[in-house]
């Protein structure tokens, strides 16, 4: 039985809802080629969004595509397009990550587990807010863990000493912004402030850096820095966040691949938990502070993502680029 044409309007709608995944600063780093023939969807890298101050490795291109990659897969089935992913496909194109060919569902079991994560694909938003003094039940811990796993990653729940390190390693982190300002050139790149808030489609506006935080040991990078951001205020943060590490095996391109992948799918199963979620790369961005942030116990591992986790505002939804800008047709 011959395959149906995939129509144009069903490939940007894929792309959109891949494109809504987290990515450092929201730079959003991918870019979508579409082989109608073949009925293939191949994921590039976009090197003019990468970060070489704060990002000189593409750890964090990698991890973003990755993300992209996974939301990509949750579309596509929910569409009816059951997806097969090959991972860095040719050796001698380092940009192309990977390559989704879209098969007919006909005669081929659903994958519900990916379908049901769909609804929180447009839900999902990082939220740089104070969240709840509450403990997360241990029965959702592990079903956050599970999503890990299935990625091929490894999701820990750090215990309290372990959380003073890493919540020191952040702190580290912050400070050697200050004795460094040219570490902060990508971030400054990346923030949108101003009337620029209002069109950008790309990096992070000013109406979501959250208010600023006066009290609190929760890890919440502050976006604008000294800069002033008109009517934002001061508040207090958790007192005992609720973090999370995300690791790999590795730490190559296809590790870094997975942990976005393992990444998205975590923080689907926390939207639809009604966890309100946000990201640090902070103390990961300098090499000899991730090795510190690895399990004191196993040793064992590459920290690729610090997530906190609680209950709390989900934050706003941060501009995306108009599909055409990121998709070719052909």
């Known amino acids: 039985m011959a395959s149906r044409r995939l129509d144009e309007k069903t490939v940007t709608s894929l792309v959109a809802e891949a494109a809504a995944a987290p990515s450092m600063h929201n730079a959003q780093p991918w870019r979508f080629r579409f082989l109608t023939g073949e009925r293939v ?127 020191d390693l952040i702190h580290d982190a912050e400070s050697r912004d200050t004795l460094n300002p040219e570490t902060s050139e990508d971030l400054i790149h990346w923030t949108r402030l101003g009337l620029e808030a209002d069109t950008a489609v790309d990096g992070v506006p000013e109406y979501a850096f959250g208010p600023r935080k006066r009290d609190g040991k929760a890890p919440v990078r502050d976006f604008a820095g000294r800069r002033r951001v008109a009517d934002r205020g001061t508040t207090t943060f958790e007192h005992t966040p609720h973090l999370a590490l995300l690791s790999t095996p590795g730490d190559g391109p296809a590790d870094w691949l997975n942990a976005g992948q393992a990444l998205e799918r975590v923080l689907l199963e926390a939207t639809l938990a009604d966890l309100a979620t946000s990201l640090t790369s902070h103390a990961l961005e300098d090499r000899a502070l991730r090795l510190l942030a690895r399990d004191p116990v196993s040793g064992a591992g590459r920290v690729q993502m610090v997530l906190r986790l609680g209950y709390g505002p989900r934050g706003p939804a941060t501009p995306r680029r108009p599909v055409p800008d990121v998709l070719e047709i052909v």
């Open 41 to 167: 969807l191949l994921l590039r890298a976009d090197p003019e969004r990468a970060m070489p101050r704060s990002d000189p490795d593409n750890r964090a291109l990698y991890i973003g595509c990755g993300a992209a990659l996974f939301n990509l897969r949750v579309a596509a089935v929910h569409a009816g397009l059951p997806p097969e992913v090959r991972l860095l496909p040719d050796p001698q194109d380092p940009l192309l990550l990977a390559s989704v060919h879209l098969a007919d569902e006909v005669g081929r079991q659903r994958d519900e587990e990916l379908a049901r994560l769909h609804p929180a694909i447009r839900e999902r938003h990082t939220s740089r807010h104070p969240f709840a003094e509450k403990d997360i039940p241990e029965n959702l811990r592990t079903t956050l863990q599970d999503a890990a796993e299935l990625e091929g990653a490894v999701l820990l729940f750090p215990g309290p000493w372990h959380t003073e390190t890493v919540l």
